[in-house]
Protein backbone atom coordinates (compact mmCIF):
# COMPACT_ATOMS: atom_id res chain seq x y z
CA UNK A 1 0.00 0.00 0.00
CA UNK A 2 1.14 3.59 -0.43
CA UNK A 3 3.12 5.02 2.34
CA UNK A 4 4.77 8.51 2.71
CA UNK A 5 8.22 8.95 2.68
CA UNK A 6 9.61 10.21 6.25
CA UNK A 7 12.89 10.63 7.00
CA UNK A 8 15.13 10.22 9.26
CA UNK A 9 14.12 6.64 9.80
CA UNK A 10 15.57 6.73 13.16
CA UNK A 11 17.19 9.13 15.44
CA UNK A 12 19.56 8.90 18.56
CA UNK A 13 19.68 12.11 20.55
CA UNK A 14 20.98 13.57 24.02
CA UNK A 15 18.38 14.93 26.11
CA UNK A 16 17.55 18.50 25.57
CA UNK A 17 18.51 18.57 22.28
CA UNK A 18 15.96 19.69 19.77
CA UNK A 19 15.24 17.01 16.96
CA UNK A 20 13.39 17.91 13.21
CA UNK A 21 11.88 15.25 10.33
CA UNK A 22 10.29 15.47 7.65
CA UNK A 23 7.41 13.80 5.56
CA UNK A 24 6.86 14.35 1.71
CA UNK A 25 4.55 13.21 -0.61
CA UNK A 26 4.10 13.21 -4.44
CA UNK A 27 0.39 13.48 -4.03
CA UNK A 28 -1.24 16.83 -2.54
CA UNK A 29 -3.10 16.84 0.89
CA UNK A 30 -5.81 18.54 2.24
CA UNK A 31 -4.64 17.77 6.00
CA UNK A 32 -1.52 16.58 7.84
CA UNK A 33 -1.19 14.82 11.05
CA UNK A 34 1.48 13.76 13.16
CA UNK A 35 1.23 10.95 15.35
CA UNK A 36 3.30 9.41 18.36
CA UNK A 37 3.29 5.45 18.85
CA UNK A 38 4.53 3.57 22.15
CA UNK A 39 5.57 -0.07 22.01
CA UNK A 40 2.44 -1.99 22.38
CA UNK A 41 0.02 1.39 21.92
CA UNK A 42 -2.11 2.78 19.66
CA UNK A 43 -0.62 6.20 17.75
CA UNK A 44 -1.35 9.27 20.12
CA UNK A 45 -2.67 12.34 17.80
CA UNK A 46 0.13 15.13 18.46
CA UNK A 47 -0.35 17.91 16.04
CA UNK A 48 -3.69 18.53 13.19
CA UNK A 49 -2.47 20.65 10.17
CA UNK A 50 -5.34 21.98 8.00
CA UNK A 51 -4.04 24.81 5.63
CA UNK A 52 -1.03 25.18 3.71
CA UNK A 53 1.68 27.11 5.39
CA UNK A 54 0.02 26.69 8.40
CA UNK A 55 2.21 26.86 11.61
CA UNK A 56 0.91 24.97 14.86
CA UNK A 57 2.26 24.41 18.20
CA UNK A 58 1.68 22.18 20.69
CA UNK A 59 4.12 22.30 24.18
CA UNK A 60 7.46 21.76 22.65
CA UNK A 61 5.97 20.37 19.75
CA UNK A 62 5.80 22.61 16.79
CA UNK A 63 4.95 21.19 12.77
CA UNK A 64 4.40 22.94 9.59
CA UNK A 65 2.30 21.90 6.66
CA UNK A 66 3.83 22.83 3.32
CA UNK A 67 3.35 25.41 0.69
CA UNK A 68 3.24 23.01 -2.05
CA UNK A 69 0.83 20.75 0.76
CA UNK A 70 2.86 17.56 -0.68
CA UNK A 71 5.05 18.15 2.77
CA UNK A 72 5.04 18.31 6.49
CA UNK A 73 7.96 18.92 9.08
CA UNK A 74 7.59 18.45 12.84
CA UNK A 75 10.35 20.00 15.26
CA UNK A 76 10.59 18.83 18.97
CA UNK A 77 12.84 21.16 21.39
CA UNK A 78 14.83 20.17 24.40
CA UNK A 79 13.61 16.78 24.33
CA UNK A 80 13.13 14.46 27.39
CA UNK A 81 13.69 11.07 27.85
CA UNK A 82 9.81 10.74 27.64
CA UNK A 83 10.02 11.71 24.13
CA UNK A 84 11.11 8.24 22.80
CA UNK A 85 8.74 6.40 20.52
CA UNK A 86 7.80 6.16 16.76
CA UNK A 87 6.67 9.27 15.01
CA UNK A 88 4.25 9.42 12.22
CA UNK A 89 3.02 11.57 9.49
CA UNK A 90 -0.44 11.02 8.25
CA UNK A 91 -1.22 12.99 5.47
CA UNK A 92 -5.21 12.92 4.14
CA UNK A 93 -5.86 13.04 0.47
CA UNK A 94 -8.88 15.48 -1.02
CA UNK A 95 -12.31 13.89 -1.44
CA UNK A 96 -11.24 10.84 0.63
CA UNK A 97 -11.57 10.33 4.75
CA UNK A 98 -8.56 7.27 5.27
CA UNK A 99 -5.02 8.32 6.32
CA UNK A 100 -1.72 7.40 4.36
CA UNK A 101 0.95 7.18 7.12
CA UNK A 102 4.62 7.61 6.33
CA UNK A 103 7.12 4.79 7.28
CA UNK A 104 7.96 6.38 10.77
CA UNK A 105 11.00 8.06 12.29
CA UNK A 106 12.06 6.12 15.30
CA UNK A 107 13.41 8.43 18.34
CA UNK A 108 15.81 7.61 21.17
CA UNK A 109 16.69 9.96 24.02
CA UNK A 110 19.91 9.59 26.37
CA UNK A 111 20.25 11.25 29.47
CA UNK B 1 -13.70 10.10 29.03
CA UNK B 2 -13.08 6.33 27.62
CA UNK B 3 -11.00 6.39 24.70
CA UNK B 4 -11.34 3.92 21.39
CA UNK B 5 -10.82 0.29 23.51
CA UNK B 6 -10.37 -3.38 21.31
CA UNK B 7 -10.53 -6.91 21.99
CA UNK B 8 -9.15 -8.79 22.28
CA UNK B 9 -5.61 -7.23 22.90
CA UNK B 10 -3.77 -10.35 21.51
CA UNK B 11 -5.03 -13.07 19.36
CA UNK B 12 -3.48 -16.44 18.15
CA UNK B 13 -4.46 -18.43 15.56
CA UNK B 14 -4.08 -21.79 13.95
CA UNK B 15 -3.96 -21.14 10.06
CA UNK B 16 -7.38 -21.58 8.25
CA UNK B 17 -9.09 -20.61 11.35
CA UNK B 18 -11.70 -17.44 11.35
CA UNK B 19 -10.75 -14.71 14.12
CA UNK B 20 -13.30 -11.80 14.94
CA UNK B 21 -11.77 -8.47 16.36
CA UNK B 22 -13.69 -5.76 18.30
CA UNK B 23 -13.85 -2.05 18.23
CA UNK B 24 -15.68 -0.30 20.74
CA UNK B 25 -15.19 3.50 19.29
CA UNK B 26 -15.61 6.94 21.32
CA UNK B 27 -19.11 7.75 22.12
CA UNK B 28 -20.55 9.76 19.90
CA UNK B 29 -17.72 9.41 17.46
CA UNK B 30 -19.34 8.91 13.95
CA UNK B 31 -16.49 7.22 11.98
CA UNK B 32 -14.91 4.95 12.35
CA UNK B 33 -11.54 3.15 10.60
CA UNK B 34 -9.73 -0.21 10.39
CA UNK B 35 -6.21 0.01 9.75
CA UNK B 36 -3.66 -2.81 9.44
CA UNK B 37 0.06 -2.42 10.71
CA UNK B 38 2.78 -4.80 9.65
CA UNK B 39 5.94 -4.73 11.86
CA UNK B 40 7.84 -1.85 11.42
CA UNK B 41 5.40 -0.24 9.13
CA UNK B 42 2.77 2.45 9.75
CA UNK B 43 -0.49 1.71 9.55
CA UNK B 44 -2.30 1.07 6.23
CA UNK B 45 -6.09 1.66 5.75
CA UNK B 46 -8.12 -1.47 5.42
CA UNK B 47 -12.06 0.08 5.46
CA UNK B 48 -14.06 3.19 6.97
CA UNK B 49 -17.75 3.38 8.28
CA UNK B 50 -19.64 6.52 8.96
CA UNK B 51 -22.85 5.04 11.33
CA UNK B 52 -23.62 1.59 10.05
CA UNK B 53 -23.24 2.58 6.57
CA UNK B 54 -19.22 0.98 4.80
CA UNK B 55 -17.94 3.84 2.68
CA UNK B 56 -14.56 2.41 1.82
CA UNK B 57 -13.49 -0.79 1.40
CA UNK B 58 -10.35 -0.11 -0.88
CA UNK B 59 -7.91 -1.11 1.38
CA UNK B 60 -9.54 -4.65 2.47
CA UNK B 61 -6.47 -7.48 1.10
CA UNK B 62 -8.86 -10.07 0.34
CA UNK B 63 -12.72 -11.19 0.19
CA UNK B 64 -11.62 -12.87 3.37
CA UNK B 65 -11.90 -9.56 5.30
CA UNK B 66 -14.96 -8.40 6.10
CA UNK B 67 -16.20 -5.54 8.34
CA UNK B 68 -19.56 -4.21 9.93
CA UNK B 69 -21.08 -2.26 12.50
CA UNK B 70 -24.56 -2.95 12.14
CA UNK B 71 -25.83 -0.67 15.07
CA UNK B 72 -23.37 2.51 13.95
CA UNK B 73 -21.39 1.90 17.38
CA UNK B 74 -19.08 -0.94 18.06
CA UNK B 75 -17.96 -2.77 14.76
CA UNK B 76 -16.59 -5.95 14.30
CA UNK B 77 -13.83 -6.95 11.91
CA UNK B 78 -13.41 -10.51 10.88
CA UNK B 79 -10.78 -12.53 9.14
CA UNK B 80 -11.72 -16.23 7.38
CA UNK B 81 -9.73 -18.67 6.69
CA UNK B 82 -6.61 -16.86 8.12
CA UNK B 83 -3.12 -17.28 6.72
CA UNK B 84 0.24 -16.16 8.08
CA UNK B 85 0.75 -12.84 6.48
CA UNK B 86 -2.60 -11.73 8.00
CA UNK B 87 -0.31 -11.73 11.19
CA UNK B 88 -0.41 -7.98 12.18
CA UNK B 89 -1.40 -5.57 14.45
CA UNK B 90 -4.96 -4.09 13.68
CA UNK B 91 -6.16 -0.72 15.07
CA UNK B 92 -9.10 0.61 14.81
CA UNK B 93 -9.79 5.03 15.21
CA UNK B 94 -12.87 6.90 15.39
CA UNK B 95 -13.56 10.40 14.78
CA UNK B 96 -15.67 13.20 15.45
CA UNK B 97 -15.11 15.37 12.43
CA UNK B 98 -13.69 13.50 9.36
CA UNK B 99 -9.74 14.47 9.90
CA UNK B 100 -8.84 14.02 13.58
CA UNK B 101 -9.30 10.21 14.09
CA UNK B 102 -8.20 8.62 17.68
CA UNK B 103 -6.52 5.17 17.49
CA UNK B 104 -7.44 2.48 20.04
CA UNK B 105 -4.51 0.05 21.42
CA UNK B 106 -4.60 -2.35 18.35
CA UNK B 107 -5.30 -6.25 18.30
CA UNK B 108 -1.88 -7.81 17.79
CA UNK B 109 -3.17 -11.13 15.95
CA UNK B 110 -0.23 -13.98 15.16
CA UNK B 111 -1.76 -16.59 12.49
CA UNK B 112 0.67 -19.82 13.56
Known amino acids: GQQLNQSPQSMFIQEGEDVSMNCTSS?????WLWYKQDPGEGPVLLIA?????ELTSNGRLTAQFGITRKDSFLNISASIPSDVGIYFC???????????FGTGTRLQVFP | GAGVSQSPRYKVAKRGQDVALRCDPI?????LFWYQQALGQGPEFLTY????????KSGLPSDRFFAERPEGSVSTLKIQRTQQEDSAVYLC??????????FGPGTRLTVT
Open chain 1, 27 to 31: SIFNT
Open chain 1, 49 to 53: LYKAG
Open chain 2, 27 to 31: SGHVS
Open chain 1, 90 to 100: AGQLPGTDKLI
Open chain 2, 49 to 56: FQNEAQLD
Open chain 2, 93 to 102: ASSLDRDQQY
